[in-house]
């Protein structure tokens, strides 16, 4: 079992849309949880970070998580052209330090 | 406030030769990674630093790869020789870290290096 797993995609919503894309992790004890955006030839960019079970949400992105379930989401409300790329989930084990990524979902959004 | 500063942004080489590649953090970030790449995957750490303390390395394959960061501040990435499989895109990110118990990660814009 890989320590953070998404699908790999790719999703396709139409604009406008709420685009949800999901994550699971195995070590319980983690304790960081973050969603990185990749454009394709891009570095990854930082758009969400949660560190409490619930909801956070920041413009139209919003990040779930839930611990018992080991399950992290994103949510994309009103999902634009611009918002196509590969979306990584990255988790902090225990102590916080080590980041974990996943391989990252391939989103398009459909005009 | 300027990013992370990654250069070259592409290198080319032959097999067997060496390679380095330059990174300067976000000003006052005391945590530095350099991560490695592939396409259609996720990043994978080779290296992590608190400050000019290397604290977490396992992943670096030591035998060619060696990283250094004077001063806690900018950091070098080398490899020699280089291989093949070798050829990926290599991240560095910087995160305020420890001191400040954050742990976001910024990311420059990365060397792609092609091994022929």
């Known amino acids: 079992q890989k320590e953070v797993e998404q699908n790999s995609g790719p999703l396709s919503v139409p604009e406008g849309a709420i685009a949800s894309l999901n994550c699971t992790y195995s070590d319980r004890g983690s304790q960081s949880f973050f969603w990185y955006r990749q454009y394709s030839g891009k570095s990854p960019e930082l758009i969400m970070f949660?560190?409490?079970?619930g909801d956070k949400e920041d413009g139209r992105f919003i990040a779930q998580l839930n611990k018992a379930s080991q399950y992290v989401s994103l949510l994309i409300r009103d999902s634009q052209p611009s918002d196509s790329a590969t979306y990584l989930c990255?988790?902090?084990?225990?102590?916080?330090?080590?980041?974990?990524f996943g391989a990252g979902t391939r989103l398009f959004v459909k005009a | 406030e300027a990013g992370v500063v990654q250069s070259p942004r592409y290198k080319i080489i032959e097999k067997k030769q060496p390679v380095a590649f330059w990174c300067n953090p976000i000003?006052?970030?005391?945590?530095l990674y350099w991560y490695l790449q592939n396409l259609g995957q996720g990043p994978e750490l080779l290296i992590r630093y608190e400050n000019e303390e290397a604290v977490d390395d396992s992943q670096l394959p030591k035998d060619r790869f060696s990283a250094e960061r004077l001063k806690g501040v900018d950091s070098t990435l080398k490899i020699q020789p280089a291989e093949l499989g070798d050829s990926a895109v290599y991240l560095c990110?910087?995160?305020?870290?420890?001191?400040?118990?954050?742990?976001?990660?910024?990311f420059g814009p990365g060397t792609r290096l092609t091994v022929t």
């Open positions: 949660i560190y409490s079970n």
């Open positions: 000003s006052g970030h005391n945590t």
């Open positions: 990110a910087s995160s305020p870290g420890l001191a400040e118990s954050s742990y976001e990660q910024y």
């Open positions: 990255a988790v902090n084990p225990p102590g916080g330090f080590k980041t974990i």
